[in-house]
């Protein structure tokens, strides 16, 4: 498939479980973001990787943990997760970082559900 | 603080009929500005840039710094409109490539 995919689509877990979120990019993209969609609030960009290298956090827990092993691939491992992480997690790449005439494109999202 | 505020939640009008979706931002350096959309069942992805002063499926921006806004209009709404539109505004002085993305309105184009 062409274009930033992300699995699983679904995730349920216990909030001593450890998983981990997939993301990947067929598009020759170098650089690599994680946002979160909660149901009553804005999308909130979580990280953003270029070439490889993190660029930002913004402000995340530490129970969330970003791995980009390459240009393609992004991770998002997840452990003693709260309910309140319960959300839509979002993957998007672009060309190079987002400036005026950059575009992001998304993936479908990991809907998280954290018991 | 930076913030991109969608007063409206949900904007609901009749085919033909003009369609504004609001986007007032807050930032005190030069902005650039986004639309982003969503239709039923597919991704997020990129309508239009302030910067490119283009007009896409029949909509434009125009950026007034004046009102710290970032409307989206469209003369005549069409069904296949109905869809989740977000404004987003790029920090200038950020060279990670942060958007920060307002909260959303959902356009709702009745036949």
């Known amino acids: ?32 973001y994680w946002y979160k969609q909660s149901a009553k609030k804005p999308l909130e960009l979580m990280f953003v990787y ?3 290298e993190q660029t930002e956090n913004n402000s995340v827990p530490s129970r969330f943990s970003p791995e ?8 998002l491992h997840l452990h003693t997760l709260q309910p309140e992480d319960s959300a839509l997690y979002l993957c998007a790449s672009s060309q ?18 954290v018991l | 603080a930076q913030r991109v505020t969608q007063p409206e939640k949900l904007l609901s009008v009749f085919k033909g009929a003009p369609v504004e979706l609001k986007c007032n931002y807050s930032y005190s350096g030069s902005p650039e500005l986004f639309w982003y959309v969503q239709y039923s069942r597919q991704r997020l992805q990129l309508l239009l840039r302030h910067i490119s002063r283009e007009s896409i499926k029949g909509f434009t921006a125009d950026l007034n710094k004046g009102e710290t806004s970032f409307h989206l209009k469209k003369p005549f709404a069409q069904e296949e409109d109905s869809a989740m539109y977000y404004c987003a505004l790029r920090l200038d002085s950020s060279n990670t490539g942060k958007l920060i993305f307002g909260q959303g309105t959902t356009l709702q184009v009745k036949p």
């Not at chain 1, 699995?7 to 479980?17: A, D, E, I």
């Not at chain 1, 987002?98 to 494109?105: A, I, Q, R, S």
């Open chain 1, 68 to 75: 980009c092993p390459n240009s393609s691939h992004l991770f």
């Open chain 1, 96 to 113: 190079d970082r987002v400036g005026p005439n950059e575009k992001l494109f998304f993936g479908s999202g990991t809907q998280l559900s």
């Open chain 1, 50 to 52: 270029n070439f490889k």
């Open chain 1, 1 to 32: 498939e062409t274009g930033v995919t992300q699995t699983p689509r679904h995730l349920v877990m216990g909030m001593t479980n450890k998983k981990s979120l997939k993301c990947e990019q067929h598009l020759g993209h170098n650089a690599m």
